[in-house]
């Protein structure tokens, strides 16, 4: 294992290998999950994130899987003993669930973010005040220190973009979501403001999808592109739903929404218009 690779990127890495070997052996998810007298929904939550394997689902899972070598499988045992180690958010891990703390390591180990929103700004460029309108006025009923550390964990996100290795952050959001005054007037030409200011950092591009395209390749929801430094880690998709956190990391599933924000960009402003646009908006909302 690579000399400062987060406890993040080592999960991933287990994760991969684990779901590879698992395919060569040729055994389904719920096959290992009957031999190993688990929840038919454990292997699919390991091999998505959303649970974190134990050393000892691991040696159980290699027994399964046929690996005997003793190096590889002390390789494995040992990452997954590095995987379990904490992140800057493990202290905000009332408020989060598993599956978006895993996203929070993956967001700070990517080399690029594409992400495309149609209701909201998104959480990387969120100011404080505006983001904290949106998390009190989300679907989840939270009392008030719920809500702080909520907003707390979105401003160190944001910590990401202040680092030298920095990823490229482009960003496309809908018209919409530069014209619903989330927070009042006030907040949301600060928020306007924070955009145009953001988008003028040689790293960050911001475009606004106006009204006047009509339909486009986003209507169907939100989504993130998580995109990779290692040439042998492919890019994944991450998108947020009231009902649960979803993955795609499968190449062609994945090869769809990266076709999908390139229409996105094609059909969107330019940067220099998006900032027109947006400072005319913050104008309007005063």
């Known amino acids: 294992m690579a000399a400062g690779e987060s406890p993040t990127v080592r999960r991933r890495q287990l994760i991969n290998e684990l779901k590879r070997l698992r395919e060569s052996a040729g055994l389904t998810q719920d096959q290992v999950a009957e031999q190993m007298d688990w929840h038919p929904t454990k292997v699919f939550r390991i091999e998505?994130?959303?649970t974190g394997p134990h050393p000892n689902d691991v040696r159980g899972l290699l027994d399964i899987y046929g690996v005997t070598g003793t190096t590889q499988r002390a390789a494995l045992i040992q990452l997954a003993k590095?995987?379990?180690?904490?992140?800057?958010?493990?202290?905000?891990?009332d408020v989060l669930p598993s599956r978006y703390e895993f996203y929070?390591?993956?967001e700070s180990e990517a080399s690029s973010v594409r992400t495309f929103e149609l209701a909201v700004i998104p959480g990387l460029l969120q100011t404080e005040d505006y983001a904290r309108a949106l998390?009190?006025?989300?679907?989840m009923e939270l009392d008030t220190d719920e809500i702080q550390r909520r907003v707390e964990v979105r401003m160190a996100r944001q910590q990401v973009l202040d680092r030298t290795d920095r990823p490229q952050l482009w960003a496309i959001i809908d018209e919409?979501?530069?014209?619903?005054?989330?927070?009042?007037?006030?907040v949301m030409a600060?928020?306007?403001?924070?955009?145009?200011?953001?988008?003028?950092q040689g790293k960050t591009t911001v475009q606004v999808i106006p009204y006047r395209v009509g339909a486009h390749s986003g209507t169907g929801g939100p989504f993130i592109?998580?995109?990779f430094p290692t040439a042998t880690d492919v890019d994944v998709v991450y998108m947020e739903t009231i009902g649960g956190n979803l993955w795609v990391d499968q190449y062609e599933e994945v090869q769809l929404y990266s076709t999908a924000f390139d229409h996105l960009r094609a059909?969107?402003?330019?940067?220099?218009d998006t900032r027109a646009m947006l400072d005319k908006a913050r104008q309007e909302v005063q």
């Open 267 to 272: 059909v969107a402003l330019s940067p220099d």
């Open 104 to 106: 929070i390591g993956m």
């Open 176 to 186: 919409a979501a530069i014209r619903r005054p989330i927070g009042g007037p006030k």
């Open 135 to 139: 998390v009190s006025g989300g679907p």
């Open 190 to 200: 600060a928020q306007l403001r924070h955009l145009i200011e953001a988008s003028e």
């Open 82 to 93: 590095d995987a379990r180690k904490r992140g800057w958010w493990y202290s905000y891990r």
């Open 225 to 227: 592109i998580l995109g």
């Open 48 to 50: 998505t994130g959303r």
